[in-house]
């Protein structure tokens, strides 16, 4: 588990009966594989259940 994790989401975004979801925070933690660059997780599902983000 990450501290520090952080979800925005869009409703409507990027067409009509869209989430589209942005989480910032994964890139706080460490992993010996993450030499170059560091993730972060992006979404978009068509759906209005909030349980996909």
Do not use: A, C, F, Q
Request: net charge negative.
């Amino acid at each position: 588990m990450v501290s520090g994790v952080t979800v925005v989401v869009y409703d409507d975004v990027s067409e009509p009966e869209m989430l589209t979801g942005i989480i910032y925070g994964v890139s706080l933690g460490d992993h010996p594989n993450w030499r170059v660059g560091k993730p972060e997780i992006s979404m978009s599902v068509k759906s209005n259940d909030l349980r996909w983000l």
